[in-house]
């Protein structure tokens, strides 16, 4: 039996890129403040207890029936979360180091896109109607934010360049990828998941640049300030896109069987 198709994603634009640079920010944070100060739980037992709040709220995501802000935001930053201390364990307990954790985990993600394409679902992420679709960006975007963390590691430690100018090479390419939107026929999704990837990275930096102590580039304010500052403008950005979501989505028209893929264009980084 045929069903109406409901999109449980929101519309990729000014706020999604904002919400999503500020959660997976906070995500660095929170990880930090478990992991190593002032609780020093360790990467392997946080990144086993942020599995588990990963899995609770990807559970919720997956039953709920449509949109819903809270629900949604609270996946991606456990997946920031998670990934901060799956990267921080691979990188340094596992000894991969910078550039090798980064290497496996951009191949991963490669392999997840072309796995996602040849299943026939869509790449849209603006309507992705499915649950088969809905588990694929899930893992694409746990992926995406592990390498995010590797990647800003390697930058600004790995190549030496330093969290404040770490900050200023990603903002640098995310105006590139902003161009190329535009003035550019390269793929849509290309650009989706190159920016989607790169506002963790962009995030880890600028939070350590804040918090980390003077002595290693920062700004010495602490996990804890740090923390709850990113916390509070999370919650306002996400109340605020609560009470407007009837027009943070895309109305998807028309029966269409369950797995069925979308054939409508691809998404991209828009203003």
Known sequence: MSKVPVNKLPMVGVLFWTIK??????????????????????????ALLFLAAFALT???????????????WSVI????????????FMNRTAGLGYAGGATVLTT?????????R???QTMDVERIATTKGEILYWTAT????????????????????????????????MLLILAAHYFSPISGTVLFWAAYVLTRPLGAVAENAVEKPVAQGGLGVGTTITSGALLAVLAILVGYQQLTHQKQTVTLEGPRAEGQADQQPEAAPRR
């Open 58 to 72: 990807l559970t919720m995501q997956l039953r709920t029936d449509r949109f819903r802000p809270v629900v949604f």
């Open 108 to 116: 991963l993600l490669v392999l997840v896109l072309i796995g996602w």
């Open 21 to 46: 640079i500020v959660a997976t920010t906070l995500g660095e944070s929170v990880s930090n403040f478990v992991s190593m100060a002032p609780l020093n739980l360790g990467y392997a037992t946080s």
């Open 118 to 120: 040849a299943t026939g």
């Open 142 to 173: 746990l992926v995406s934010n592990t390498l995010g963390t590797s990647s800003g590691d390697f930058l600004s430690d790995g190549l030496g360049i330093g969290f404040r100018d770490s900050a200023l090479v990603l903002g640098g390419a």
């Open 77 to 88: 930053l456990t997946t920031s979360i998670v990934g901060t201390a799956m990267s921080d």
